[in-house]
């Protein structure tokens, strides 16, 4: 179940994220590839939810029986993925190719000294947004679910204490202010919107034709902020390579005290639907280790639902993109 993730702590002792920390950034790059296959191997072996969960995923987005050797990609990629984020964080991103697509309207919305909110998920790397925030003139702000954070998420905080103030705390005091003060001073703000914690507000979706649950939050956030709102990928493609993707969501979303819920849901599902086309696309970037799919409770989607009506949504929701993501 989607709320199930917010109580998973980060796995390993502190003493192993420092090791591994320290070898990949004085020995270099090749050294901890080197290491990560072993890692990679342990977190296989000793993850049998996880496992579950990565064939649960690949079996919907790619259509086909799932082998063991589509498994042992997923968890690969992941591991390359963190060991990116590593340098990435640590401003060692020379030797990185990054693609940036579809920023004109986001650089045409900061030209009118607007902000805007950036709605991202576990599709691929978060932190390749330190990519926009290099190419904004404008301060980039993410807003980030910390209260689960481990030994990890505290080590890359001190390797960028400058990305680590930037950041909002969704369990602090005052954040949604901070974000609405940010936004008004033309900045952006990223938040990603495919996870909810059990006690946070979710509506249901369709999702590969079975519901799963998406946070409220941040259609709700876009709409009293009244800000421009794009769809955030950063999407590895190979070794040392990502595609930072943007898409334009909405000019302004509007909740109206009469039909708030029907808006809510509609936003959802537009959300939920280009998420869906681009996990179709790039299926081994899907980072959510758990199982993601529940019975609705809000008769938002069920599984029963009519079909047409699921794949004409599929149908208006897919764009022409590049291929799926290859192998590392």
């Given at each position: 179940?989607?709320?199930?993730?917010?109580?998973?702590?980060?796995?390993?002792?502190?003493?192993?994220v420092?090791?591994?920390?320290?070898?990949?950034?004085?020995?270099?790059?090749?050294?901890?590839?080197?290491?990560?296959?072993?890692?990679?191997?342990?977190?296989?072996?000793?993850?049998?939810?996880?496992?579950?969960?990565?064939?649960?995923f690949?079996?919907?987005?790619?259509?086909?029986?799932?082998?063991?050797?589509d498994?042992?990609?997923?968890?690969?990629?992941?591991?390359?993925?963190?060991?990116?984020?590593l340098?990435?964080?640590?401003?060692?991103?020379?030797?990185?190719?990054?693609?940036?697509?579809?920023?004109?309207?986001?650089?045409?919305?900061?030209?009118?000294?607007?902000?805007?909110?950036?709605?991202?998920?576990?599709?691929?790397?978060?932190?390749?947004?330190?990519?926009?925030?290099?190419?904004?003139?404008?301060?980039?702000?993410?807003?980030?679910?910390?209260?689960?954070?481990?030994?990890?998420?505290?080590?890359?905080?001190r390797?960028?204490?400058?990305?680590?103030?930037?950041?909002?705390?969704?369990?602090?005091?005052?954040?949604?202010?901070?974000?609405?003060?940010?936004?008004?001073?033309?900045?952006?703000?990223?938040?990603?919107?495919?996870?909810?914690?059990?006690?946070?507000?979710?509506?249901?979706?369709?999702?590969?034709?079975?519901?799963?649950?998406?946070?409220?939050?941040?259609?709700?956030?876009?709409?009293?902020?009244?800000?421009?709102?794009?769809?955030?990928f950063?999407?590895?493609?190979?070794?040392r390579h990502?595609?930072?993707?943007?898409?334009?969501?909405?000019?302004?979303?509007?909740?109206?005290?009469?039909?708030?819920?029907?808006?809510?849901?509609?936003?959802?599902?537009?959300?939920?639907?280009?998420?869906?086309?681009?996990?179709?696309?790039?299926?081994?970037?899907?980072?959510?280790?758990?199982?993601?799919?529940?019975?609705?409770?809000?008769?938002?989607?069920?599984?029963?639902?009519?079909?047409?009506?699921?794949?004409?949504?599929?149908?208006?929701?897919?764009?022409?993109?590049?291929?799926?993501?290859?192998?590392?």
């Open positions: 179940m989607t709320a199930g993730w917010a109580s998973q702590r980060e796995r390993g002792s502190a003493f192993w420092r090791l591994m920390t320290w070898l990949a950034l004085s020995l270099g790059r090749p050294v901890a590839l080197l290491l990560l296959y072993p890692t990679t191997a342990y977190y296989l072996a000793s993850s049998p939810h996880g496992r579950a969960a990565s064939r649960a690949l079996s919907r987005a790619l259509g086909r029986p799932v082998r063991a050797g498994v042992v990609r997923h968890f690969w990629t992941f591991a390359c993925v963190i060991l990116d984020r340098f990435l964080l640590a401003g060692r991103s020379a030797d990185y190719r990054i693609e940036m697509v579809g920023f004109d309207r986001l650089e045409q919305v900061l030209g009118e000294r607007r902000g805007c909110l950036l709605l991202g998920s576990h599709l691929g790397s978060f932190e390749v947004m330190r990519a926009i925030a290099d190419a904004c003139p404008v301060r980039t702000r993410p807003l980030m679910y910390r209260a689960n954070g481990g030994q990890l998420a505290r080590l890359w905080e390797l960028n204490p400058r990305l680590a103030a930037d950041v909002i705390d969704i369990g602090a005091t005052g954040a949604m202010l901070q974000v609405a003060e940010s936004v008004a001073r033309g900045e952006v703000v990223g938040i990603l919107a495919d996870r909810t914690p059990s006690n946070q507000k979710h509506l249901s979706a369709d999702f590969f034709g079975q519901p799963a649950r998406f946070p409220t939050g941040p259609i709700t956030l876009a709409a009293v902020v009244a800000a421009p709102t794009f769809l955030f950063g999407i590895r493609l190979g070794p990502y595609r930072v993707q943007l898409e334009p969501f909405a000019d302004g979303i509007v909740l109206g005290p009469d039909d708030r819920h029907d808006q809510l849901r509609h936003w959802i599902g537009q959300y939920a639907a280009r998420l869906e086309a681009n996990c179709r696309r790039y299926p081994f970037n899907w980072f959510n280790f758990f199982d993601f799919w529940e019975g609705s409770d809000d008769g938002a989607a069920t599984p029963n639902a009519d079909p047409g009506s699921i794949r004409a949504r599929r149908v208006a929701a897919a764009q022409p993109g590049p291929a799926r993501d290859t192998a590392a």
